[in-house]
């Protein structure tokens, strides 16, 4: 029996045409020509960046871009496709998910952190920014990162099986709001690619669990806090004045920037809206890391990471500052770079104004050339009210997120910096799109990157109203999805995020390399074969291991007894394309998948005697419901 | 301060101009007439079904039909809508969801159901199969109900809110598979609507947990199951031979009749597959119940739910038995009514076959009229390879789903009958559609009620392979929509589904009435107002009430100590359509959101001293970020 083939004639009895033959083994095809373990869907024709923009895929078409998107407080990270607005995936990190098993297979639980009990650490998660690592300054498509501003986490997840492999807690930080990783190293010119990952700490916070200081808000600060790309550890951290939220990184690699709100450190919201500047800090990461390893770095609490200080107070001389803090109008929300690599946005969201700062203005303060942090800012056009968030299409205009105007404002980065020098005719604005409704982030295809190609926007609203079906009193949340090609814009398609929509980037489609199936390599202890299918038994603790071939288990019974420790270990054998299987136990809270190739376990206490059957979850074949098999728990 | 603007002047100090003022305080107008309870959105327009069918539906514009999804093993329901495809709604269900907190409030948990520790039973579900309450033969809108095939619970949605707010786990059934509701009264004329849920029981178990038996597959049986749909309790269970699957009801409420494969009980797939024929088995739900009245039932296990015994050896004479078990060709997969109320069609998942069931012809059987079982059935057309679940467009045709094919075939019912009869000429199949790849259930517009309307078709296909942009090993399936308004069917749009896209039904959107704002008083604690807000201490239990207004919490500081058991109770005061506040407290795996109005609340041990930032999750108001407090812990 071909195991592979979905219907095969011998598995079903009945005749299949030649057309549907074809059909339902065609899938095999395309690993043909890569042997047996893992195919590489190497780069699919980039998109045409000269084509014109559409609104609707058609049946059988892809889609030009994806859209990597941060799903909030759902945990989630998700893959929509660009323009369909299509969902083409939802990777679990922060949350528990029992579709793949995530938070229930022991490979999943240990990368999401466990108690001392076994049980998991936190199946919450509110996860803000994504962003994935870059090479020559645009996406190599190697790693993505999430943040998570609950239980500040930071999580990576690998671009070629598109799934979480790590997730690191920052010590000593509350609400991790902005991270960006750097785009090539400050010293080094050979390393050209990422290799720090930077995190910005909102909630200024006490270092101490107890005593006066947890109380009192004089005593608190902030941390911007540095992560080793590959090996995912805290390198640093650098104590801070005022809250961090958004972070963007300068493309030589020398600088990150953090838009700050609530310098007066107040933990009432009238408080943290009283001074009129709050601040946009530039962190020099060469002179971090050589007062590093100058041994000018102490440490905080439990934690063995090294701390710098980036105070204002202690960095007045700009020679030999960590920091600069630049005052950028009334709680600033959103810093974001420019393709060129000349400026950084930052927006003020309680005034109407866009503060432009020189990339070649910072350097020239760190080298003390400038007398005033403010001499560093180009450009502070008026251009509406609420801005938050900026995208860039490439060609020298800016596009800003209005949360109260609720719109998209089209400006021009020259115009601003002509009008700053004193040009009143310069027309800054260019044009202006209401979107539904409140914006919050806004980006543009490829618009992080050198490659920025100016032809979609995303505007990812807090609110949707009446745009959609109603639903009850939770509203879904509005992607629109904007035609930035032309002098006008133009809203092609209102999509629907499950709350929240909050922050993307949309990365062409060729810079994603994906593979399709496992390496069985990939599980120390991957079941080669049904034939190594077996349970071994030491004391109370039984593994079962077990194969997956559509549509069998290696085993259709095994026994344990009541009060055991079960382990099993499942590998799906099948190597054909989305032939994944499930694995499911009445009663017993088990359920998880394995990719083809893949290798999973799960780990529970044989609590309940009797006989329940196991049964394959994830459609799999013809036969799919007769793929199952009894566990037995004896009394 | 008017709290209930977003961003309104007095809050942001900067000026708003008139069409964002109306823009932004838009949302109070929608619920000005209402008084300050709960609005209900009454009907929007119905759809106009004889409208040509669409393929896009344009920025702003609703879409004409909701469809109601199961998502398989991600545990949750969805809500789409037609033609857009658009996901309007994640129903959290069975899986554990941050983003709204379920699982993780008490009031979400309370319904999931817990262990004596009080953590949750379950994290897992596998959702199979979703239907609405009806009322004179179509969709009332109050009642969704949907089934957990892998712990054998039956969950409700209310129609109003679109949550789920009962589960029911059933006893002595393993693999629930197929439910439906009734669609009236089987005795009572006057009970026109929905009071019955019915539950098949796919996989047989033995109802002892120790002995013999539990071993012994011949000792093995199946449960058909009553669940009573307003108090979700479970009203009686039948014992019968084979293996159920799906569930169809008849019009006038007397029967339900489920396909069965497996009726040879055997515990292998090869064994499942011997005979030639398995059966649809319909049973008669006033005689169950005229049965269990007379005290003919008797009991399983530790469960005290009335069972009777519906096998073919007691149930041998028709004019007293309370099951028919009709012979249908190799392991049949999906029956369903015709929207005339006159047919059950069952199809043969290993045949090619379907079978057409006369409903007039099984009420003759129960009489004694008719010699054979096999006398029921009226025709059994050859439609095509792995024929599995039937839609009808109200015009006497029907489409089923071909799994090897993959295909949608349109076949003719009366053409059917009529080739049965031995008219040869009859054109029986009219037409098909490949769809892309490999069918599961297939769906129409209203095509399970009275009022079907011939418009739309989805077929919710198990494998995408290369329709979308690869996302590495595992795939995204796809729902296809196809309009089926004309003699051909032409296939509209390839949407992504989250695995999987189980079963689902479409619903004309006039059917469904939620409101959009809570009541306050559908929680027992709800703050009704900020001076209500309070901390009550008893011993080590403490028990914060707070309330929610956008940008602030009713506290922004509180004070427990370490080793207390911490209950957060929050109320959302606003009463702005759409304002929703979240509740994350750093570090203690704590977030939930509070719709309108509504009051939720989550319990704790404060584990950890020091202190712990509490904020606002989900987007409220220009100064959302704002939005936190502080939590001390005392060590």
């Given at each position: 029996m071909s195991t592979n083939e979905l219907g095969s004639k011998a598995d079903l009895g009945v005749p299949i045409p030649g057309r549907r033959r074809f059909l339902n083994t065609a899938a095999l095809a395309g690993i043909a020509g890569s042997g047996l373990g893992a195919t590489v869907v190497t780069a699919r024709a980039a998109t045409n960046v000269n084509a014109p923009v559409k609104s609707e895929v058609k049946p059988g078409e892809l889609d030009d871009y994806y859209l990597f998107a941060s799903g909030g407080h759902s945990g989630e990270v998700r893959v929509y496709g660009v323009p369909s607005g299509r969902t083409i995936k939802r990777i679990p990190v922060f949350n528990v998910d029992p579709m793949v098993g995530w938070g229930i297979t022991n490979e999943s639980k240990k990368i999401m952190g466990l108690k001392p009990d076994g049980s998991l650490k936190y199946m919450t998660g509110d996860t803000h920014h994504v962003h994935g690592s870059y090479t020559d300054g645009t996406y190599d498509g190697k790693y993505f990162w999430v943040n998570d501003k609950l239980n500040g986490r930071l999580a990576r997840i690998r671009g070629d099986y598109l799934e979480c492999d790590q997730i690191t807690e920052v010590p000593n930080v509350q609400g991790f709001h902005g991270l960006f990783p750097d785009k090539r190293d400050p010293v080094d010119p050979?390393?050209?690619?990422?290799t720090r990952v930077f995190c910005g700490g909102e909630f200024h916070v006490p270092f101490?669990?107890?005593?006066?200081?947890?109380?009192?808000?004089?005593?608190y600060a902030c941390l911007f806090t540095c992560i080793d790309a590959e090996t995912m550890q805290v390198r640093w951290q650098v104590k801070v004045d005022g809250n961090m939220d958004l972070c963007a990184t300068s493309y030589d690699g020398k600088y990150a920037a953090l838009n700050q709100y609530n310098t007066e450190n107040g933990v009432v919201y009238q408080d943290m809206m009283e001074a009129e500047r709050d601040a946009c800090v530039v962190f020099d990461i060469a002179r971090i890391e050589a007062a590093i390893k100058a041994g000018k770095s102490f440490t905080l609490g439990d934690s063995k990471v090294p701390v710098v200080d980036g105070t204002k107070a202690a960095n007045k001389d700009p020679r030999t500052a960590l920091t600069l803090y630049v005052p950028v109008p009334k709680n600033p929300h959103g810093v974001n770079m420019s393709p060129d690599g000349k400026y950084y946005v930052c927006s003020g969201k309680l005034s109407p104004t866009a503060t432009v700062i020189s990339h070649e203005l910072v350097q020239k303060w760190f080298k003390g050339?400038?007398?005033?942090?403010?001499?560093?800012?180009v450009a502070e056009p008026e251009i509406g009210l609420g801005p938050l968030h900026t995208g860039f299409d490439g060609r020298g205009n800016c596009y800003t997120s209005l949360f109260l105007d609720s719109q998209i404002v089209k400006w021009n980065l020259d115009k601003a910096i002509a009008q700053y020098k004193g040009d009143k005719a310069a027309q800054v604005v260019l044009d202006r799109i209401d979107v539904h409704y409140q914006p919050g982030h806004t980006y543009c295809s490829m618009g992080e990157t050198k490659e920025a190609d100016g032809r979609y926007l995303n505007s990812g609203n807090k609110f949707s109203k009446d745009r959609f079906l109603p639903v009850g009193p939770l509203h879904v949340e509005t992607e629109q999805l904007i035609d930035i090609s032309g002098d006008k814009m133009r809203l092609l398609q209102d999509h629907t995020a499950y709350c929240e929509p909050h922050d993307g980037i949309i990365v062409r489609r060729d810079k994603v390399r994906t593979k399709q199936i496992c390496e069985l390599s990939d599980h120390p202890l991957a079941v080669k074969s049904p034939n190594d299918s077996r349970i071994d038994r030491k004391g109370n603790k039984v593994t079962v291991y077990l194969t997956a071939i559509a549509p069998t288990y290696s085993k259709t019974e095994f026994t344990v007894k009541r009060g055991d420790e079960v382990t099993i270990v499942l590998t799906n054998l099948d190597k054909v394309e989305d032939l994944t299987h499930g694995f499911g136990i009445q009663k017993y809270n088990v359920n998880f998948i394995v990719n083809p190739q893949q290798t999973a376990s799960v780990t529970f206490k044989a609590e309940h005697a009797g006989m329940f059957w196991y049964y394959c979850t994830h459609f799999c074949h013809a036969l799919h419901l007769e793929m199952r098999g009894r566990m037995i728990v004896e009394a």
């Amino acid at each position: 029996m071909s195991t592979n083939e979905l219907g095969s004639k011998a598995d079903l009895g009945v005749p299949i045409p030649g057309r549907r033959r074809f059909l339902n083994t065609a899938a095999l095809a395309g690993i043909a020509g890569s042997g047996l373990g893992a195919t590489v869907v190497t780069a699919r024709a980039a998109t045409n960046v000269n084509a014109p923009v559409k609104s609707e895929v058609k049946p059988g078409e892809l889609d030009d871009y994806y859209l990597f998107a941060s799903g909030g407080h759902s945990g989630e990270v998700r893959v929509y496709g660009v323009p369909s607005g299509r969902t083409i995936k939802r990777i679990p990190v922060f949350n528990v998910d029992p579709m793949v098993g995530w938070g229930i297979t022991n490979e999943s639980k240990k990368i999401m952190g466990l108690k001392p009990d076994g049980s998991l650490k936190y199946m919450t998660g509110d996860t803000h920014h994504v962003h994935g690592s870059y090479t020559d300054g645009t996406y190599d498509g190697k790693y993505f990162w999430v943040n998570d501003k609950l239980n500040g986490r930071l999580a990576r997840i690998r671009g070629d099986y598109l799934e979480c492999d790590q997730i690191t807690e920052v010590p000593n930080v509350q609400g991790f709001h902005g991270l960006f990783p750097d785009k090539r190293d400050p010293v080094d010119p050979k390393i050209n690619h990422t290799t720090r990952v930077f995190c910005g700490g909102e909630f200024h916070v006490p270092f101490t669990a107890a005593g006066p200081d947890v109380k009192d808000p004089k005593k608190y600060a902030c941390l911007f806090t540095c992560i080793d790309a590959e090996t995912m550890q805290v390198r640093w951290q650098v104590k801070v004045d005022g809250n961090m939220d958004l972070c963007a990184t300068s493309y030589d690699g020398k600088y990150a920037a953090l838009n700050q709100y609530n310098t007066e450190n107040g933990v009432v919201y009238q408080d943290m809206m009283e001074a009129e500047r709050d601040a946009c800090v530039v962190f020099d990461i060469a002179r971090i890391e050589a007062a590093i390893k100058a041994g000018k770095s102490f440490t905080l609490g439990d934690s063995k990471v090294p701390v710098v200080d980036g105070t204002k107070a202690a960095n007045k001389d700009p020679r030999t500052a960590l920091t600069l803090y630049v005052p950028v109008p009334k709680n600033p929300h959103g810093v974001n770079m420019s393709p060129d690599g000349k400026y950084y946005v930052c927006s003020g969201k309680l005034s109407p104004t866009a503060t432009v700062i020189s990339h070649e203005l910072v350097q020239k303060w760190f080298k003390g050339e400038l007398k005033d942090p403010r001499d560093t800012v180009v450009a502070e056009p008026e251009i509406g009210l609420g801005p938050l968030h900026t995208g860039f299409d490439g060609r020298g205009n800016c596009y800003t997120s209005l949360f109260l105007d609720s719109q998209i404002v089209k400006w021009n980065l020259d115009k601003a910096i002509a009008q700053y020098k004193g040009d009143k005719a310069a027309q800054v604005v260019l044009d202006r799109i209401d979107v539904h409704y409140q914006p919050g982030h806004t980006y543009c295809s490829m618009g992080e990157t050198k490659e920025a190609d100016g032809r979609y926007l995303n505007s990812g609203n807090k609110f949707s109203k009446d745009r959609f079906l109603p639903v009850g009193p939770l509203h879904v949340e509005t992607e629109q999805l904007i035609d930035i090609s032309g002098d006008k814009m133009r809203l092609l398609q209102d999509h629907t995020a499950y709350c929240e929509p909050h922050d993307g980037i949309i990365v062409r489609r060729d810079k994603v390399r994906t593979k399709q199936i496992c390496e069985l390599s990939d599980h120390p202890l991957a079941v080669k074969s049904p034939n190594d299918s077996r349970i071994d038994r030491k004391g109370n603790k039984v593994t079962v291991y077990l194969t997956a071939i559509a549509p069998t288990y290696s085993k259709t019974e095994f026994t344990v007894k009541r009060g055991d420790e079960v382990t099993i270990v499942l590998t799906n054998l099948d190597k054909v394309e989305d032939l994944t299987h499930g694995f499911g136990i009445q009663k017993y809270n088990v359920n998880f998948i394995v990719n083809p190739q893949q290798t999973a376990s799960v780990t529970f206490k044989a609590e309940h005697a009797g006989m329940f059957w196991y049964y394959c979850t994830h459609f799999c074949h013809a036969l799919h419901l007769e793929m199952r098999g009894r566990m037995i728990v004896e009394a």
